[in-house]
Every structure is written in C-alpha cells, then in structure tokens.
C-alpha cells in the first residue's frame, strides 16, 4: 500500500513537472536564479557622468552634496538648533535633522563659516577639512583630532572616493576663543574647496570670498561644473557674476553657478533673483544657469546640467 501511494506521487509531481515546463519553458531557470539571488550581492552599477548628485541649499553657506555613491558633503553646515546661542533661523534643518555626512568642509573661522561643525563631526563621525590652525580650536571644542584633515591652499584630500581640491579665499579667518581663554582664535588662511566626486563632477564652493582674479586660474587648473558663489557678502550679485565668468575660463565644463551667503533678511540687492539677473545680464560667451534655489530645495546634477528634482 505504502509503495503504490509512493509511485503514485511520483507520477503526480512528474506530470506536473511537465506541465509546468510546457506551459512556462523558463520555469526552471527562474526558480533557480531567484534562490542563488538569495545569496548574492547585486552589483553596483558603474558610474559615469550621466549619474547625477544630489544638490540642497539649506541656506546661508549651508550646501549639502550627496555624491551619485551616497557620500555626504556639507559646505558651512550653519543648523537651526534651538539648543544652540548661534542659530541660523532660516536653515530647514535642525541637529536632529542630519544623520549622515562622509565630510565638512570648513571655509573659516567665522561663527557662520563653522556652523554647528563639531556637533556634527562627532554624532556623524564625518572627516573635517579645514585649515592648521582652526584644526586646534575644533579638536579643544570637542572633534576627534584623528578625524581632521589639516591643509592650507594648495591641498589635496581624498575622503571615501571624493577628491577635495583646497584653493585660495579672499576673506577673515578668526574664531572665538576657547572656554577660558581670553583671546580669539587665528584661524589660518581663509578656504574654497573644489569638491570632484566619483562621477568626475565637479562643485566649486568659494566660501566667503571676495572676487578675485585666482577664479580665473580655478576655472583653467579644475574646470569645475558648478560654482557655489556669495552674494550677500564678500561678493555681490554683479561681482559673483563677474566670478561666473572667470571660472569659464579655459573651462568647457561650467554650466550652473548658485548663490549662497545670503538671507531674506538682507537687502533687495542680494537677493538670489538679482544674482540671476546679473548672470544673466553679462550674455556669457555660452550658456550658463544661474539659479535662486528655495531653502531645502533639491537639484540633480551631472556633467552636463542641473535641474530642479
């Protein structure tokens, strides 16, 4: 009895076997990819510079680029923290807000040019770049001293993938001084960062610096694709556009420059609409956008364009 149910399931389950196989010939195949999927890894997909980044203006100088890999870099990471005696009001973004960075990049040691670096270095265990002498006041205020790229201009990192160029900023430098010291910090030569990511796009953030004719050479050496220029301080609308058009030079890749170091509450004269206006107004010798970006709002970038997401 035992033996003739065994023979007759055998029957049953070849029989369906068959039909199985008859009706969806790749079956077969399809029930052993998805149990091998099971045990693999998808591979990642290559990058190239079609892939976009991830471009937020949470305002001030506050940038955060999110590379095509997932790594996170904050410009100037200025937060609206309720908890802190230095807030910037209009960020959309608090501490608690901001998991994840990879690197801070620290232009200066203005209170607006730090923002709230160290609470974030050490929640995010993220890498800073900043200069020699900042790197002693950030380390007595809490950051780990391993977790500081000390440079000048003229430097070079890499962080996790992500090139950091270091490059010339005409600007102050100085910090406040440490608990119970009565003096203020010198802290170095002021900062911009030239920033490539694994795609090989490249984001030129100039920090807090006034026009000069460096941004010619930035433009020729770097050839960045966009351009992160102040327009409420240091430079102006018609200067940061004047900043557009040298960094054209000898550089096929400029294609979107953006407005930072500015607020609502400063002046109808440096506000993003006009910094627009005056790009516009210079008839670039090709093509160049210039955009007012909303605070929080996100662009895709790649080699060849932005666009609002």
């Keep these: ?51 976009p980044a991830q471009l937020e203006w949470l305002s001030w100088m506050f940038y955060r680029l999110t590379s095509p890999r ?64 900042l790197s002693s006041s950030l380390v007595g205020r809490g950051v780990e001293s391993g977790k500081i790229l000390r440079g000048q201009p003229g430097s070079r990192f890499e962080v996790e993938g992500i090139k950091i160029q270091v490059v010339n900023s005409v600007h102050g ?22 920033v490539t990511l694994e795609n090989g796009v490249k ?6 610096s006034a026009l000069t004719m460096d941004m010619q050479l930035y433009g020729r050496l770097y050839k960045p694709h966009v351009a992160l220029l102040p327009i409420g301080a240091g430079m102006y609308p018609d200067e940061a556009a004047i900043a557009a058009e040298f960094l054209m030079t000898d550089n096929p890749n400029l294609h979107s420059v953006f407005p930072t170091h500015h607020a609502s509450f400063l002046p109808p004269t440096q506000q993003g609409n006009v910094f627009v206006r005056e790009v516009t107004a210079r008839r670039l010798r090709r093509e160049v956008t210039a955009f007012d970006p909303k605070p929080a709002q996100v662009f895709l970038v790649n080699a060849t364009s932005t666009r609002a997401r």
């Design 1 to 51: 009895m035992k033996r003739s149910t065994l023979i007759l399931g055998w029957a049953i389950a070849a029989t369906a076997l068959l039909v199985i196989s008859t009706a969806w010939p790749d079956a077969p195949q399809r029930a052993v990819d998805t149990v091998s999927g099971a045990f693999h890894t998808p591979v990642a997909r290559a990058q190239t510079a079609d892939a």
């Design 70 to 133: 997932g790594k996170v870099i904050l410009f100037s990471p200025w937060l609206n923290d309720p908890r802190s005696p230095f807030s910037n009001r209009e960020s959309p973004v608090t501490l608690d807000n901001i998991e994840v960075a990879h690197v801070i990049l620290v232009p200066a040691g203005h209170g607006d040019d730090q923002g709230h670096t160290v609470d974030l270095a050490r929640k995010t265990g993220a890498m800073v770049v900043t200069t020699f002498e």
């Design 173 to 194: 430098s100085g910090a406040a001084p440490l608990p119970g010291q009565p003096a203020a910090v010198y802290g170095g030569p002021a900062l911009g960062f030239i």
């Design 203 to 208: 984001v030129y953030h100039a920090g807090s």
